[in-house]
């Protein structure tokens, strides 16, 4: 990895993306690990890679750090094609899912050593090493030897150590996956604070969404080789390009259906196992008569008689009638599994506003499911 590795270039002053991926791919024999694959990720941006086991995330890193030579395509950082740069020369650097502590060294030697690899004064490396320490809130630790540190401490050595020789990139693999929950949930606060405060540009690999969703500017689906969809956690989840994408990220309902009209902005679906639905139309709209309807289960509420009718927009909520089947509860929220009438399964989430069970529906209580129309996504099948 070069140093002055954050000195901007032309094409970064000029506004372009510092990561461009052009029509990347890679593959081992005759797997198609990585399938064409082009992206755009700007300088600054915290960035996830998503997707299931074996869709070419980490393929996608390891071909960003060096590890992987691509097959055909190109990758550009600050404008410059990295495919010659060998993996320690280049402006990037990788925090590994294991950490790959040495764990002979103390915490600020392991910290200390790629700058001395790089062969910078001792009086630089001692105050790199001062700034990270302090970064990572590693304060009082600078002597103790990995095994003697927690794992959520030996997480933030490695990205310390990562973030020392001040790269433009910094990718990280699935770096909280050895933390239990808790500590997870706070480790990810803390690297986005980190990251907001460096403006490094990061890109992280995790199957988790929550992780995700929660540490990211923008997260990139995967599937097979390919972007699936790139888009802000937020439109990620309320406006998923594909069912594929719909019933990967989060908890949903599909109904399966024919558009039986198409007025005021609104499709009626005709379903075979929910009755009728209306779903306001897609921003781009569908020609497509057989569809599906993408409910999320916090869209749907739950009462005994329906919502009140409103004589002038009677037909904008659609009411489902049916029987509860199963209740879980987990805390903040409870999650109803209904049998409609017509047949089909549905799942809600209730945030749950009381701290007794006066307002909790029971097994084999008949209620009514109710959504608006602007609580469904339509999608192609």
């Not at 990572?136 to 630790?141: D, I, N, S």
């Not at 599937?223 to 990620?236: D, H, N, S, Y």
Request: hydrophobic share 45%.
């Amino acid at each position: 990895m070069t140093e002055h590795a954050g000195d901007a270039t032309p094409a970064e002053i000029a506004g372009a993306p510092l990561l461009r991926i052009e029509a990347v791919e890679k593959r081992f024999g005759g797997f198609v690990a990585v399938d064409g694959l082009s992206l755009d990720i700007k300088a600054g941006e915290f960035f996830a890679l998503l997707g299931p086991s074996g869709c070419g995330k980490t393929t996608l890193l390891r071909m960003l750090a060096g590890f992987e030579t691509s097959d055909s395509g190109r990758i550009l950082l600050g404008g410059e094609d990295i495919a010659p740069v060998l993996p320690h020369e280049r402006p990037v650097n990788m925090m590994f899912q294991n950490y790959a502590l040495f764990p002979h060294l103390s915490v600020a030697n392991n910290i200390a050593f790629g700058l001395k690899r790089a062969g910078l004064p001792r009086k630089e490396i001692k105050q790199r090493v001062a700034e990270m320490v302090a970064l990572a809130k590693l304060e009082g630790m600078e002597k103790r030897r990995p095994d003697q540190l927690s794992g959520g401490q030996q997480q933030r050595v490695a990205l310390a150590r990562a973030l020392a020789r001040r790269p433009k990139l910094l990718l990280l693999d699935e770096p909280m996956a050895a933390l239990d929950k808790k500590l997870r949930e706070n480790t990810q606060l803390e690297l986005i604070a980190l990251q907001k405060k460096l403006g490094t540009t990061f890109v992280i690999v995790t199957h988790d969404q929550d992780e995700a969703m929660t540490v990211a500017d923008r997260i990139g689906v995967m599937r097979a080789g390919k972007l699936e969809q790139v888009a802000t956690p937020r439109r990620l989840y309320e406006t998923p390009a594909s069912r594929w994408v719909a019933e990967f990220v989060g908890d949903v309902n599909i109904l399966d259906g024919n558009v039986t009209s198409r007025e005021h902005g609104r499709l009626t679906v005709a379903t075979s196992d929910a009755g009728a639905v209306t779903a306001t139309a897609p921003s781009q709209p569908t020609d497509a008569t057989s569809v599906a309807v993408a409910i999320r289960p916090e869209k749907i509420k739950l009462s005994r008689r329906g919502p009140a009718a409103n004589p002038g927009h009677a037909d904008a909520i659609n009411r489902l009638a049916g029987e509860i089947v199963e209740v879980g509860y987990v805390g903040g929220l409870t999650s109803y599994k209904v049998r409609l009438d017509a047949g089909a399964v549905l799942q809600a989430k209730m945030a749950n506003t009381t701290r007794l069970d006066s307002d909790v529906y029971q097994t084999g209580q008949h209620v009514v499911a109710w959504f608006a129309p602007d609580d469904c996504v339509v999608l192609d099948k």
